[in-house]
């Protein structure tokens, strides 16, 4: 089955970075997504990964390796705007998105 | 990136009523996709509303619980059909967009319904 794990909660602390990890296993691969999502609102798109490798937009990046099934989002500069759950999801060979149970980032002043 | 209206933005319903949930693009789009996404719980897609033909339904979901209707390439409606506390959730609608791109998807900011 197609499956995709990421921590449940991180914490982490303003001013600092943090790396939430995404691993996945599905039929095929067309891409990696990265979302955000405060309580109560709506998913946001944050960053698309395709090809391995790091994509960087602004204190926010995002990692690729296909051959390991796996990605990671980084986080720089923490604020406390960023607490929110953070979604990985990936779209497989029928362009199907697979998401993750999502990653509920916790920030501490 | 779209706009994409969406209502009622929450409501409180009884036992064996149904809903129905509105969802205006600003643009318009082939593909509306209705997802759901319970308490503390990822994205379930429950399924794609296509303009000028019958919706395609996601395992788990069917068209007599969850029928849905798309007018036209600007709007869909998706019904929660005799609802059950199960059924509380928030529904989101969303569409895809050239973003980056990729097939990314906006979302509408969701439809968190409570089931009595």
């Known amino acids: 089955g197609q499956n995709i794990d990421q921590p449940t909660e991180m914490t982490a602390t303003e001013g600092a970075i943090v790396q939430i990890n995404c691993t996945y296993q599905t039929s095929g691969f067309n891409g990696l997504f990265w979302y955000q999502q405060h309580a109560g609102e709506a998913p946001t798109f944050l960053s698309y990964n395709v090809l391995d490798g790091l994509e960087e937009k602004g204190r926010f990046s995002s990692f690729l390796s296909r051959s390991k099934g796996y990605s990671y989002l980084l986080l720089k500069e923490l604020q406390m705007k960023d607490s929110a759950s953070y979604l990985c999801?990936?779209?497989?060979?029928?362009?199907?998105?697979?998401w993750g149970a999502g990653t509920k980032l916790i920030i501490k002043p | 990136s779209a706009v994409i209206s969406q209502k009622p933005s929450r409501d409180i319903c009884q036992r064996g009523t149904s809903l129905t949930i509105q969802c205006q693009v600003d643009?318009?789009?082939?593909?509306m996709f209705w997802y759901r996404q319970q308490p503390g719980q990822s994205l379930t897609l429950i399924a794609t509303?296509?303009?000028?033909?019958?919706?395609?339904?996601e395992s788990g979901f069917v068209i007599d619980k969850f029928p849905i209707s798309r007018p036209n390439l600007t709007f869909s409606t998706l019904t929660v059909s005799n609802m059950s506390p199960e059924d509380s959730s928030i529904y989101l609608c969303?569409?895809?967009?050239?973003?980056?791109?990729?097939?990314?998807?906006?979302f509408g900011a969701g439809s968190r319904l409570t089931v009595l």
């Open positions: 643009s318009q789009v082939t593909m």
């Open positions: 999801a990936v779209m497989d060979s029928n362009y199907q998105l697979i």
């Open positions: 969303s569409v895809r967009t050239g973003e980056s791109g990729a097939n990314v998807l906006t």
């Open positions: 509303a296509n303009q000028g033909s019958e919706a395609t339904y």
